[in-house]
């Protein structure tokens, strides 16, 4: 017999060059962006030095009051720089002794780098230096080491197969990709991320956060909504055609769905964007688009095409029936209140007690149960080859629902939101993936023995 050990050690050698150099690229990217939003808008003025160190200190007096949603800003803002930092560290020094030394270095990096930024901070208009980020940051760059360390095998192993598919992709899929990369970044410029509930309040309140069809002056024009559906076909054209192999296409039934899942977390996205208007007419503009492209596309002649099957579209009403049933349990009786003011009032309230205590029981226990049924019924199905990823994408995504259900109770009378609510649901969720997952083990075990 073969020894497969020293097999499966030559194959990742073999990507490590391009596994780190993208390593590299994230962490710079990051790092890049970690300037961008934190300076933005560039407008430096002079400061005296005797304000600059009272604005530093003045988050650690007595009686200063600290933003929940700023600490998690922060640290969400160092996370994926610590994470492909440690992965680009961890992939080019082999040698356990000096890459602890090259580890240790690369977190002061990341620490000098949040303390640049943070004094930047009191050069720029609006904007507040506080040692209490440098803090927060710096907890972000360790959970990046943290998470790294947990999936990085998983995560080499993911890597590697997007870059086979990249490699093998015709040069128009190539293009089709690097196109769906700008067009996903075009849709969150400037970039200036905010999590404050008061802030995205604010769009709300004056009309810059609007559902479809909903009139404002800040509205996207009709011209605008043409070009947008324009931008869009591309996006249907790629998800047909990349991804699947040179001799197979996907259907413009599955690639319209792909498309239409993406495009919802770009406009989710792109509603904690302070300075941009998000219009949910634009939104549809860009599904009619897409479905045009993967219409188009779908012409394309091809040995095999990837069809929607019966699993597929099982699991798809299945999470369809699940956030129906949330949404009626976190929103009854769908008193809705649709008063700016008002919203801009209860966001504030919020996000000055984001933990205060829920209203009741009824507010916690529906929708806990509905995400412990969740993770139970999705346990078994995490992926043998990435279990680790798939668990914390399911987590962020689910986490992301639970903040958005939470959040939308601010326009419902009689209701009140808290975090407690969202991390009580992510705590059942987590646990249940876990319990199913394990439960599940010895059913797989014993089919691949069998």
């Given at each position: 017999?073969?020894?497969s050990a020293?097999c499966?050690?030559a194959g990742?050698e073999?990507g490590?060059p391009v596994?780190?150099a993208?390593?590299?690229?994230?962490?710079?990217?990051?790092?890049a962006y970690?300037?961008?939003?934190?300076?933005?808008p560039?407008d430096?003025?002079?400061?005296?030095?005797?304000?600059?160190?009272?604005?530093?200190?003045a988050s650690t007096l007595?009686?200063?009051?600290?933003?929940?949603?700023?600490l998690?800003?922060n640290v969400?803002?160092?996370?994926?720089?610590g994470?492909?930092?440690?992965?680009?560290v961890?992939?080019?020094?082999?040698?356990?002794d000096s890459?602890?030394g090259?580890?240790?270095?690369?977190f002061?990096?990341a620490?000098?780098?949040?303390?640049a930024?943070e004094?930047?901070q009191a050069?720029?208009s609006a904007r507040?230096?506080?040692?209490?980020?440098?803090?927060?940051?710096?907890g972000g760059t360790?959970?990046?080491?943290?998470?790294w360390?947990i999936v990085?095998?998983?995560?080499?192993?993911l890597?590697?197969?997007?870059?086979?598919?990249?490699i093998?992709?015709?040069?128009a899929e190539r293009?089709l990709?690097?196109y769906?990369?700008?067009?996903?970044?075009?849709?969150?410029?400037p970039g200036?991320?905010?999590?404050r509930?008061?802030?995205i309040?604010d769009?709300?309140?004056?009309?810059?956060?609007?559902?479809?069809?909903m009139?404002?002056p800040d509205?996207?024009?009709?011209?605008?909504?043409?070009f947008?559906a324009?931008?869009?076909?591309?996006?249907?054209?790629?998800?047909?055609?990349?991804?699947?192999?040179?001799q197979?296409?996907?259907?413009?039934?599955?690639a319209?769905t792909?498309?239409a899942?993406l495009l919802?977390?770009?406009?989710l996205?792109?509603?904690?964007?302070?300075?941009r208007?998000?219009?949910g007419?634009?939104?549809?503009a860009a599904?009619?688009?897409?479905?045009?492209?993967?219409?188009?596309a779908?012409?394309?002649k091809?040995?095999r095409v990837v069809?929607?099957g019966?699993?597929t579209?099982f699991?798809?009403?299945s999470?369809?029936?699940?956030?129906?049933?949330?949404?009626?349990?976190?929103w009854?009786?769908?008193?809705?209140?649709l008063d700016p003011?008002?919203a801009a009032?209860?966001?504030?309230l919020?996000s000055?007690a984001?933990?205060?205590?829920?209203m009741?029981?009824f507010?916690?226990a529906?929708?806990?149960?509905m995400?412990?049924?969740?993770?139970?019924?999705?346990?078994?199905?995490?992926?043998?080859?990435f279990?680790r990823?798939?668990?914390l994408?399911?987590?962020g995504?689910?986490?992301c629902?639970?903040?958005?259900l939470?959040?939308?109770r601010?326009?419902?009378d009689g209701?009140?939101?808290?975090l407690v609510?969202?991390a009580?649901?992510?705590a059942?969720?987590?646990?249940?993936?876990f319990?199913?997952?394990?439960?599940?083990?010895?059913?797989f075990?014993?089919r691949?023995v069998?």
């Amino acid at each position: 017999m073969t020894d497969s050990a020293p097999c499966r050690r030559a194959g990742r050698e073999t990507g490590a060059p391009v596994v780190r150099a993208v390593y590299g690229a994230g962490a710079a990217v990051f790092v890049a962006y970690a300037v961008w939003g934190s300076l933005f808008p560039f407008d430096f003025h002079r400061v005296p030095p005797a304000d600059l160190a009272r604005a530093w200190t003045a988050s650690t007096l007595p009686g200063a009051t600290w933003s929940l949603t700023d600490l998690l800003s922060n640290v969400l803002l160092f996370l994926p720089i610590g994470l492909c930092a440690a992965a680009f560290v961890e992939t080019g020094w082999p040698e356990r002794d000096s890459k602890a030394g090259v580890l240790a270095a690369a977190f002061g990096c990341a620490v000098g780098l949040s303390v640049a930024i943070e004094l930047g901070q009191a050069f720029v208009s609006a904007r507040t230096p506080s040692i209490v980020d440098v803090f927060a940051e710096a907890g972000g760059t360790a959970a990046g080491f943290l998470i790294w360390r947990i999936v990085r095998e998983e995560l080499d192993a993911l890597l590697r197969l997007i870059a086979r598919s990249v490699i093998r992709a015709t040069p128009a899929e190539r293009m089709l990709l690097a196109y769906c990369c700008a067009f996903a970044i075009a849709w969150v410029l400037p970039g200036d991320v905010t999590l404050r509930p008061g802030e995205i309040g604010d769009k709300f309140e004056h009309k810059r956060l609007l559902l479809p069809f909903m009139s404002s002056p800040d509205a996207v024009t009709p011209a605008g909504l043409v070009f947008t559906a324009i931008a869009a076909i591309p996006l249907g054209a790629a998800a047909v055609l990349c991804g699947c192999g040179r001799q197979a296409r996907r259907s413009a039934a599955a690639a319209w769905t792909i498309v239409a899942a993406l495009l919802a977390a770009l406009e989710l996205a792109q509603a904690t964007v302070f300075s941009r208007t998000t219009d949910g007419t634009a939104f549809v503009a860009a599904l009619v688009g897409a479905g045009c492209g993967a219409v188009a596309a779908a012409a394309a002649k091809r040995q095999r095409v990837v069809v929607i099957g019966a699993p597929t579209l099982f699991a798809v009403m299945s999470i369809a029936a699940w956030f129906a049933v949330t949404v009626v349990l976190s929103w009854w009786p769908f008193d809705v209140v649709l008063d700016p003011h008002r919203a801009a009032v209860q966001t504030v309230l919020w996000s000055r007690a984001p933990f205060r205590a829920p209203m009741s029981a009824f507010d916690v226990a529906p929708g806990a149960v509905m995400a412990a049924a969740a993770g139970f019924a999705l346990g078994p199905r995490l992926s043998s080859r990435f279990t680790r990823l798939h668990a914390l994408l399911i987590l962020g995504l689910a986490g992301c629902v639970f903040l958005v259900l939470e959040s939308a109770r601010v326009l419902l009378d009689g209701k009140q939101p808290t975090l407690v609510t969202v991390a009580i649901q992510s705590a059942a969720l987590a646990f249940s993936l876990f319990v199913g997952r394990s439960a599940s083990a010895p059913l797989f075990l014993r089919r691949q023995v069998g």
